[in-house]
């Protein structure tokens, strides 16, 4: 297999020439990116610069003007729901808001995935459930709780363990850290990393929270003026001259969360005479 081939193989989502339109508005002009299986991916950028529109059309679940998404070497651009349920089935979504259903518990959220694509036993199911649920970290009391007797980090965890279920291979997170304190932030950080290690995930994430993009994101994609303006790991796009970047990473909470990263790396980082 040419070198070309064995890194056609490693992508898990390649997004081609994407256009998007939407209330007349130009979304994505000729967007192109790939993710490498087993990476953790960022899309980042200001408000209304299309993250989570790019993460919508790559879940089907939107569509763009013209352009092509692949997911696991499949077209999903123009598949009808019926047609993308077995790439659905490969992949667990976690929505901004986590979307949980608030008049079930924890346990029944993560189980109606379960009984929506399997023939499992409702036994197994609450198994099945239970277990992703401490896959997350929740205590196993937190199973009977309903989504407004959780705190926000809970939510968050609740939203993680029902987009578990299926053992996807693919995760997409939509804002995994927004509204959350910075203690419970850091936890998801660390979560996002250790299930990604643990499990052999990948992961595409949309974020805004610049302390999870130094702590977990291998690579970044940043998008601005309908495209995308750099994409590199979070030092080579510290070192960008694009005006948009540098605003976006020297402002004062990107020199603030940059400035933390290289305290973390400083401190485990062997010394000379330890070595």
């Given at each position: 297999?040419?070198?070309?081939?064995?890194?056609?193989?490693?992508?898990?989502?390649?997004?081609?020439?994407?256009?998007?339109?939407?209330?007349?508005?130009?979304?994505?002009?000729?967007?192109?990116?790939?993710?490498?299986?087993?990476?953790i991916?960022?899309?980042?950028?200001?408000?209304?610069?299309g993250?989570?529109?790019?993460?919508?059309?790559?879940?089907?679940?939107?569509?763009?003007?013209?352009?092509?998404?692949k997911?696991?070497?499949?077209?999903?651009?123009?598949?009808?729901?019926?047609?993308?349920?077995?790439?659905?089935?490969?992949?667990?979504?976690?929505?901004?808001?986590?979307?949980?259903?608030?008049?079930?518990?924890v346990?029944e959220?993560?189980?109606?995935?379960?009984?929506?694509?399997?023939?499992?036993?409702?036994?197994?199911?609450?198994?099945?459930a239970?277990?992703?649920?401490?896959?997350?970290?929740?205590?196993?009391?937190?199973?009977?709780?309903?989504?407004?007797?959780?705190?926000?980090?809970?939510?968050?965890?609740?939203?993680?363990?029902?987009?578990?279920a299926?053992?996807?291979?693919?995760?997409?997170?939509?804002?995994?850290?927004?509204?959350?304190?910075?203690?419970?932030?850091?936890?998801?950080?660390?979560?996002?990393?250790?299930?990604?290690?643990?499990?052999?995930?990948?992961?595409?994430?949309?974020?805004?929270?610049?302390?999870?993009?130094?702590?977990?994101?291998?690579?970044?994609?940043?998008?601005?003026?309908?495209?995308?303006?750099?994409?590199?790991?979070?030092?080579?796009?510290?070192?960008?001259?694009?005006?948009?970047?540098?605003?976006?990473?020297?402002?004062?909470?990107?020199?603030?969360?940059?400035e933390q990263?290289?305290?973390?790396?400083?401190?485990?980082q062997?010394?000379?005479?330890?070595?």
């Amino acid at each position: 297999m040419s070198e070309a081939r064995e890194r056609a193989a490693d992508r898990v989502i390649e997004v081609r020439g994407l256009n998007t339109r939407l209330g007349g508005s130009v979304i994505h002009e000729d967007v192109s990116l790939a993710m490498i299986r087993g990476e953790i991916f960022a899309l980042v950028g200001a408000s209304g610069c299309g993250k989570s529109t790019l993460l919508r059309e790559a879940i089907a679940l939107l569509q763009p003007v013209s352009g092509s998404i692949k997911v696991f070497g499949q077209e999903v651009v123009g598949l009808s729901d019926e047609q993308a349920l077995p790439l659905r089935r490969r992949w667990g979504v976690m929505f901004e808001r986590g979307a949980l259903f608030s008049s079930l518990t924890v346990l029944e959220n993560v189980g109606v995935v379960l009984r929506e694509h399997t023939r499992l036993s409702k036994r197994l199911i609450d198994e099945t459930a239970a277990v992703k649920i401490a896959l997350t970290g929740l205590p196993p009391d937190a199973c009977h709780k309903y989504p407004n007797e959780l705190s926000g980090g809970m939510r968050k965890r609740a939203a993680l363990a029902r987009a578990l279920a299926l053992d996807p291979e693919l995760l997409f997170l939509d804002e995994p850290t927004a509204g959350l304190d910075p203690l419970s932030a850091s936890g998801i950080d660390e979560l996002v990393r250790h299930l990604r290690d643990a499990l052999g995930l990948s992961i595409m994430m949309v974020t805004h929270d610049l302390d999870l993009l130094w702590r977990g994101a291998d690579r970044v994609a940043v998008l601005g003026e309908g495209r995308i303006l750099g994409t590199g790991t979070m030092t080579e796009l510290s070192r960008s001259d694009h005006p948009l970047i540098r605003e976006y990473f020297y402002g004062p909470r990107g020199r603030a969360a940059r400035e933390q990263a290289w305290k973390r790396n400083s401190t485990t980082q062997p010394s000379a005479s330890s070595s």
